[in-house]
């Protein structure tokens, strides 16, 4: 009954558009369906512009400053790709149509590489990096072209090793996390580089399509409250005054460049164009042959492995049953508004978005964990899988809970971090905004060491408290130490106490020294390089740099002399604390052990 | 290694929660599960002491069992009462009806059932046969709102707590944004609503999860339905529910976060009251009313989308057409009600 080989019998539809005219002309015989209407080929064209153009003319920013720069963000595929020949042919009309005059002062084009974040080390070949080819595209129009990479969040410095991003995604236990984050980091880096460049438009490509599909997942990850701000066709939040979050560029360079004076608006003129649209047009104006295919984190994955990957399935899904659903969904999107319980001066360190305060105490009181009811809302409470934040700067380090730093969304991804990982500066430097607001305190900025020492770890269990064994972070930048967070028995006896309190003090003294050290010797290095480049005009070989070396151990020698004295004073001193503790520990265990004996006596001696 | 419960630490765990994938024993999970809900009610002050509150119970029993546990733990003082709608759908309806009179005498609640065949004159079956297998679905909801609406204020009450759910809610957000309806979507995530000051309506399980109410029962033994509706298999809301199950699965916070968004709209239509029947409506004529005198009239797809084109052909509503009776004419039950509220006196 049931071969293979058996057709499946399915009614043949009648294609809508069969011999139906075009709409628009009602001359011509058409040839595309756009959900309920058809068109021939030149009004499909004409009404695609059409809608481009005059969703740009819409918006009052357009006008209201004629000589602005824009940024185009340029990931290379079919809408973005589109967005730009769109866009240059919008500022750059034939010579017929001279009256409509140029909007832009200049174009920019920025493109994100995200391909360390998606291939593993071996993978990471030429070939994978979408850089070189979106490259290739952006050089057939004359606007400056920026190529970024995505391990550039972590500052220059560390653009070459890539070593950091892997570190913090590998942690990231959920592919839907996963992608959240890179997608801030993302929006961060173009953010950073439209400043930087002095661009106060940012366009980006999303079309109708993915924007629906973006409505739908952000509601799902609990992002509803910044949803209007992430989707609709125009965005002014990165206003100026409230954008501390990119401080940390003033210094460098040891230039100052007030980056925080640039407001930057996010436009999205495809809004209101499906796919499809896109995909057609591509195809008679010849760009689908220019269009780089980046591979995503779910690419060649199962449909449940992201709620992102699952939200596009459902909604194309939809699409192809119910053709109006993506337009629907657009177009309720495009009515939300931010409600009036967002704080926008408030800002969640992570993903840059207004957030709601009080979401921990919320969460406490509808997910209980602990025999007592929670106390309420105002006081605070504590639950023992709480995150916290620990930071490390300049020496002091400060803790902070998550709750007040984070998003509700963002709180959600950090549950899915299980290592102690190294978040992207621009992180740690808007949460040590948010203390010094809250405090009123000002904490020292060195502008030679602040960006290597920004340093925001994210764990679930940083509190000692929580700890169950002792804790060795990652490497300090500087002083090349572990960290390490002793474990604190819950009945700690007081020489315990002592004998660890003392251990940190220890640690923190190695800390101290080697980090002052290193710091003396990059900055020597660093000069003396200069020097011999001055001298001889080319990079000094490893020859010449041992003598550099000699030198400096030479300098520090007495330095170097008092820190071994005072170190092994401390290490004699720590016997003391140290017998104290194992004393009385074993003194603990003794009985016990005896105790067991007895019992293991008793019993052979019944059998 | 047995695991041990993370919250007492001392019995074996026997139960994961769904929501936060924690491990409890069953003791455990019931005095957690209570305590969410105590703690919704307490910080939305949903009741007031001396409330006379319906629950509306269609066949789950977990509602009417939290609801008189808490109120007897934490002493609410409020008058409890079981309401329940008679839909008219042979094989779905009628079992869970039958739990919910055991169960009057079980909890020793007064209960009351309000049936659409008595309310309306036409049963969910009638009504089948009459528009088709397709947007039956909008009749029951709209005649169900209603006939909640009307028990309750035949048993004199002036709060209504319904057992809708985490996930119930969830679904209904995203139905809310597939369809483009607005000023639903910022209503529907309420935890309480009120309808013209009259009777309002919460939910007490806003933040549950559909699973655990499960487990509960379970648990306790109570009878939990979870049929589906016959008629409902391929309604669109089926794709949403799909869709919210396979986002359950990859991450189960997921259903809280849509629970928790809020947002606000600009425009809002004006809620008014129905000019025939006197409930709260944000048209001239309320939905059920419209409904109903199409199904009177023989024209069903009035108040379906093509509800001024019918009226142009057929003209205004004839004279003769029964109508529902008007909200202020509804008979407090007052035997029914003087007997219960003695009862009420007599517990305390």
Request: proline share 4%; glycine share 6%.
């Given at each position: ?12 539809q ?26 021939c ?20 920013v357009i ?6 720069k ?14 730009l020949?769109?866009?240059r042919?919008?500022?750059?009309p ?15 084009i920025?493109?994100v ?6 291939f ?7 070939e ?17 072209f920026?190529?970024?990479?995505l391990?550039?969040?972590f ?43 002095g ?44 954008h ?20 930057v ?15 057609i ?37 939809l ?21 009036n319980?967002?704080?926008l ?46 930071m490390?700067?300049n ?57 290597l ?25 500087i002083s090349n ?5 002793y ?6 006896s ?19 020294f080697w ?31 041992s003598?550099f ?8 020698y ?7 004295q ?25 009985p016990?052990?005896?105790r067991?004996?007895?019992?293991f ?7 | ?7 007492c ?25 209570e305590?969410?809900?105590?703690c ?13 509150v ?15 546990t808490l ?7 409020l ?22 009179k ?6 020793n ?21 009459e ?8 009749f029951?909801g709209?005649?169900r709102?209603q006939?909640?609406d009307?028990?309750?204020v ?10 809708h ?24 995530t ?7 000051g ?7 399980f ?17 009878d939990?339905f ?20 396979d986002l ?14 809020i947002?606000?709209e ?23 009313c ?10 069903p ?12 052909i ?6 003769n ?15 029914n ?12």
């Open positions: 009954m049931c071969s293979i080989e058996e057709p499946i019998l399915v009614k043949e009648a294609p809508l558009s069969a011999g139906k005219k075009c709409i628009k002309c009602k001359i011509a015989k058409a040839t595309i369906l756009i959900r309920y209407s058809t068109y080929k030149s009004c499909f064209q004409h009404v695609f512009v059409g809608k481009f153009r005059k969703n740009l003319e819409k918006s009052r006008h209201s400053a004629p000589d602005e824009a940024m185009v963000a340029l990931s290379g595929g079919p809408s973005s790709r589109c967005l020949q769109l866009l042919d919008y500022c750059e034939l010579p017929h149509e001279i009256s409509k005059k140029s909007t832009f002062n200049e174009i920019k920025c493109h590489d995200e391909s360390v974040a998606i593993d080390e071996q993978e990471k070949e030429k994978n990096s979408t850089l070189c080819k979106v490259e290739s595209i952006a050089k057939k129009y004359n606007y400056e920026i190529g970024l990479r391990e550039d969040i500052s220059p410095e560390y653009t070459s090793s890539g070593l950091y991003d892997n570190s913090l995604l590998d942690a990231v236990s959920t592919l839907t996390s996963k992608e959240e984050l890179l997608w801030h980091f993302k929006m961060c880096l173009l953010m950073q580089m439209a400043r930087k460049k661009c106060t438009r940012l366009f980006m490509g999303d079309c109708s399509t993915r924007l629906s599909i973006k409505i739908i997942s952000l509601t799902s990850k609990g992002r509803g409250f910044s949803l209007p701000l992430e989707t609709s066709g125009e965005c002014n939040l990165f206003k100026a005054e409230k501390y979050e990119f401080n940390f560029l003033l210094c460098q360079n040891n230039k100052i460049v007030n980056l925080d004076s640039i407001d608006i996010i436009l999205r003129p495809m809004k209101d164009m499906l796919s499809k649209e896109i995909g047009y591509n195809q008679f104006t010849g760009l689908v042959d220019d269009i780089v295919i980046t591979p995503t984190l779910t690419s060649m994955m199962s449909v449940a492995s992201s709620i992102e990957r699952l939200t596009e399935d459902f909604i194309v899904g699409e192809k049953d119910y053709p109006s659903t993506v337009s629907t969904i657009a177009r309720t999107g495009a009515k939300l508004t931010p409600s319980l967002i704080n001066e408030q800002s969640c360190a992570v993903c840059m978005m207004p957030y709601k305060e009080g979401i921990k105490n919320w969460q406490n009181r509808i997910t209980v964990h602990m025999k007592q009811p929670p106390l309420a809302p105002p006081s605070p409470f504590t639950s023992p899988s709480q995150n916290s934040i620990s490390d700067y020496n002091s380090s400060c803790q902070c809970a998550s709750n007040d730093t984070l998003c509700y969304a963002c709180l959600v991804n950090m549950r899915d971090i299980k290592k102690v990982v190294e978040f992207p500066p621009y992180v740690a430097d808007a949460i040590l905004q948010k203390i010094q607001k809250a405090t009123n305190a000002t904490i020292a900025i060195s502008p030679t060491a602040n960006r020492k920004y340093k925001f770890f994210a764990t679930t269990n940083f509190n000692n408290k929580s700890l169950k064994t002792d804790y060795v972070g990652i490497p300090d930048t130490l572990r960290p390490i967070k474990y604190i028995p819950e009945n700690a007081p020489e315990d106490t002592e004998w660890r309190l003392h251990r940190e003090r220890i640690d923190q003294f190695n800390h101290q980090t002052s050290n290193n710091e003396l010797f990059i900055v020597e290095k660093q000069e003396y390089e200069n020097q011999l480049k001055l001298k001889t005009g080319k990079k000094p070989t490893s020859a010449e740099i003598i070396y000699k030198d400096f151990l030479d300098k520090a007495d330095r170097q002399m008092a820190y071994n005072q170190w092994w004073k401390e290490n004699i001193r720590m016997l003391l604390p140290g017998g104290k503790a194992a004393i009385r520990n074993f003194r603990i265990w003794m016990k052990r005896s067991t004996r007895i019992s006596f008793e019993k052979n001696a019944s059998s | 290694m047995p695991r041990l419960c993370v919250v630490k001392e019995e074996r765990a026997s139960v994961k929660r769904p929501k936060t994938g924690e491990q409890l024993c069953r003791n455990c999970f019931y005095h957690v599960f305590i969410e809900v105590h919704t009610i307490t910080d939305n002050k949903l009741f007031k002491s001396g409330d006379r319906a629950i509306a119970a269609s066949g789950g029993k977990v509602l009417a069992h939290i609801m008189k109120n007897d733990r934490y002493n609410y003082g008058d409890l009462f079981l309401l329940s709608v008679d839909e008219g759908i042979t094989g779905y309806r009628d079992d869970s009806l039958e739990t919910v055991r169960n009057q005498q079980q909890y609640l007064p209960l009351k059932i309000v049936s659409y065949g008595e309310l309306y004159g036409w049963t969910m079956d009638e009504i089948v046969k528009v088709g297998l397709k947007n039956n679905c909008t029951c709209v005649f709102r006939a909640l009307r028990g309750a035949m048993l004199n009450t002036d709060h209504i707590v319904t057992g759910n985490a996930d119930d809610i969830a679904e209904t957000v995203l139905m809310n944004i597939l369809r483009g309806d607005i000023a639903r979507l910022e209503r529907c309420e935890i309480c609503t009120t309808g013209d009259r009777i309002r309506r919460s939910k007490p806003k933040y549950a999860y559909e699973k655990e109410i499960v487990m509960y029962a379970y648990f306790k033994k109570l939990y979870s049929t589906e509706c016959v008629y409902s298999p391929n309604s669109y809301r089926g794709h949403a529910r799909t869709f919210l199950k359950e699965a990859i991450r189960p916070s997921a259903i809280i976060g849509e629970a928790f968004q947002k606000q600009v425009k809002l239509p004006t809620q008014g009251v129905c000019s025939r029947c006197g409930y709260m409506s944000s048209n001239e004529l309320c939905k059920a419209v409904l109903l005198e199409g199904l009177n009239r023989g024209l797809r009035l108040g379906i989308g093509k509800t001024n084109r019918l009226r142009k057929h003209g205004e509503m004839p004279e057409t029964a109508t529902m009776l008007h909200f202020s004419q509804l008979q407090i039950d007052g035997e009600g003087k007997s219960e509220s003695d009862e009420g006196k007599k517990r305390r």
